[in-house]
């Protein structure tokens, strides 16, 4: 089974899925720092924009509602704004949250992080702390065994907060069990007499559950799968995916050979909650009909596009069918780029677009690349077709041929999609893909660009790029020239 026959039997029939744990609000605050305060040798931070995202469970609840799911939220917050806002975000996001109880007196764990320049400063975080009271947790394991009947799945997301106590998973073992249990918990052991299906460590939750170090890089798979039945064994799970980060995961059961997945390497972001995805994806595939070795393939591709992105990750169904049908050549036409971008559009994110020639791709190119993929969601690149490039640039180039060209492109993590156009400006590329944002470099103004005035006639915005002096192609080409003849 492929990644796309997962997804067209999640579109065929969308599972139902309780969600039970620990739900929080992430709140993000970003700003930037020119000076010391006077008080303190502590950064001014000037907020430029702040915004407040489900986290925890409630970011699980919501990657799962993104991926197809019908979704219900069982837990419990505090009646505070935060929690007010946790709802809304919610209920945004399509999840039923009938279940999450709002409980005076109580406080809506949240953690706020302040970044600057991509750089998290500080985490500052507010969290309940004292037991739930036990009427609370009696209509949550009422509620919940009313709905088990009903559910595909139920996901379990437990990450040491005072919801789901020893008592808690008592009353929880003497339910009538979930037609599929995903356990996500910081630890596994503690959820042994539930018999999970599946549970999902990282390293360090595995190495706590074995009592044992995994070692480091690859070595961390091979000393997963001989701890293959001791880690079953000790988290009563009939399944254990270990999730090793940039390493990616390995499935480990006792009727199947390992299976492993290869995580798509991405630059360091501000992600948090990635595994949230990885879990979420697994456990819709899973729900939905898919063997267990193709849900975890989808849930690793989910992981992958969720960490290209800051914020607390998110991942929906169309960014997966976007990927899984990624035309292995580098450049694709403008006409299915198109369809791509809707999308994308349809899923609330910001589309880029620059152009040029990029025939021998240096620092100057890099350093705009990575600033015009900070502008949105998705950074689109159109190349000049060497026909092109030769009328603009003059015989002689480019010196790489297009297809060179494009699959360099494609290889930086910021460049999401490459295409070609072949007349002297991109006006006409711009009208048919309809970007939010034109990007182009310092060593231009917009009144040099027809481009611009083709976006401003879109409504769209242009942005001029920082300018990289002493990196230019012609100047470099130059440079190699002079120095083969000398």
């Given at each position: ?303 992958d596009i969720a960490v290209e992105r800051t914020g607390t990750c998110r991942c929906s169904l169309d960014e997966l069918e976007i990927r899984a049908t990624a035309a292995p050549d580098a450049q694709i036409s403008v006409h299915e780029l198109a369809e791509r971008l809707e999308l994308h559009r349809r899923a609330g994110e910001r589309i880029v677009f620059t152009n040029g020639c990029f025939d021998v ?126």
């Open positions: 089974m492929n990644l796309l026959d997962s997804i067209a039997r999640i579109r065929a029939h969308p599972p139902r899925i309780a969600v039970l744990g620990d739900f929080l609000l992430d709140r993000w605050w970003h700003g930037t720092v020119d000076r010391v305060a006077r008080e303190a040798p502590a950064p001014v931070v000037e907020l430029a924009g702040a915004s407040d995202l489900p986290g925890g469970a409630a970011n699980t609840a919501r990657n799962l509602a993104a991926l197809g799911a019908q979704v219900r939220a069982f837990g419990a917050i505090g009646a505070d704004e935060p929690g007010d806002r946790l709802r809304e975000r919610l209920c945004e996001a399509d999840v039923d949250v009938a279940a999450l109880q709002r409980v005076a007196g109580a406080r809506t764990t949240t953690k706020a992080r302040v970044s600057v320049a991509d750089q998290v400063l500080i985490r500052l975080d507010d969290s309940q702390r004292e037991p739930w009271p036990e009427a609370v947790r009696r209509r949550l394991v009422d509620e919940l065994r009313e709905a088990l009947a009903q559910c595909d799945a139920l996901v379990i997301c437990d990450y040491g907060a005072a919801l789901l106590d020893d008592a808690m998973i008592a009353e929880l073992a003497s339910l009538p069990r979930a037609a599929l249990l995903v356990i996500d918990a910081h630890d596994p052991a503690r959820w042994a007499a539930l018999r999970p299906d599946v549970i999902t460590p990282n390293a360090g939750e595995t190495e706590r559950l074995l009592g044992a170090s995994l070692g480091a890089g690859e070595q961390r798979v091979a000393s997963a799968i001989v701890a293959n039945d001791e880690m079953r064994q000790r988290s009563g799970a009939h399944s254990v995916i270990v999730t090793l980060d940039r390493t990616g995961t390995v499935l480990l059961t006792a009727d199947a050979p390992p299976h492993r997945t290869r995580a798509h390497a991405a630059p360091e972001h501000q992600a948090s909650g990635a595994g949230d995805v990885f879990v979420s994806a697994l456990a819709v595939t899973r729900a939905a009909g898919s063997e267990l070795a193709a849900a975890v393939d989808l849930a690793q591709l989910a992981a791709l240096h620092r100057g190119h890099t350093a705009s690349l990575k600033q015009a993929r900070r502008l949105g969601d998705v950074l689109v690149v159109a190349l000049n077709s060497d026909d092109s490039a030769r009328r603009l640039k003059g015989p002689g180039r480019p010196v790489n041929g297009i297809r060179d060209r494009a699959n360099v492109l494609s290889e930086l993590s910021c460049v999401d999609y490459v295409t070609v156009f072949d007349a002297d400006t991109a006006s006409g590329t711009i009208r048919a893909l309809r970007p939010d944002v034109y990007a182009k470099g310092g060593d231009y103004t917009p009144d040099m660009l027809q481009e611009a005035a083709e976006m401003r006639r879109l409504g769209g915005e242009v942005v001029i790029l920082d300018y990289v002096p002493d990196h230019s192609t012609t100047e470099l080409i130059d440079r190699l020239r002079t120095g083969a003849e000398a």
